[in-house]
């Protein structure tokens, strides 16, 4: 059984940062590739950061240049650094990771900035 937890949202102020975790526990091996989602109220999810099993990286326009995703050396966490926070990147942040073949969602974390 694969759990992943999210942490990290909060409440900033426009041009701070935050640091959100996703965290899998279970039987694993570690995450193979991951991904993270946003979701803004009335908006459909769109994907922020991509992080694949071979290391590669890509990140939506909105974001390149401000936010980093990565993961630890144990593969077993996954981070999304996101820096010169804006109003608009106001969403519920949902980490997707691949695990042995699966995809596995995190529960989402609340990210408010205010202007």
């Known amino acids: 059984q694969v759990q992943l937890v999210e942490s990290g949202g909060g409440l900033v102020q426009a041009g701070g940062s935050l640091r959100l975790s996703c965290a899998a526990s279970?039987?694993?091996?570690?995450?193979?590739?991951a991904a993270w989602y946003r979701q803004a109220p009335g908006k459909q999810r769109e994907l922020v950061a991509i992080n694949t099993s071979g290391g590669s990286t890509n990140y939506a326009d909105s974001v390149k240049g401000r936010f980093t995703i990565s993961r630890d050396m144990s593969k077993t966490t996954v981070y999304l650094q996101m820096n010169s926070l804006k109003p608009e990147d106001t969403a519920v942040y949902y980490c997707?990771?691949?695990?042995?073949?699966?995809?596995?969602w995190g529960q989402g974390t609340q990210v408010a900035v205010s202007s």
């Open positions: 279970g039987s694993i091996s570690g995450i193979d590739g």
């Open positions: 997707d990771t691949w695990i042995a073949g699966y995809h596995y």
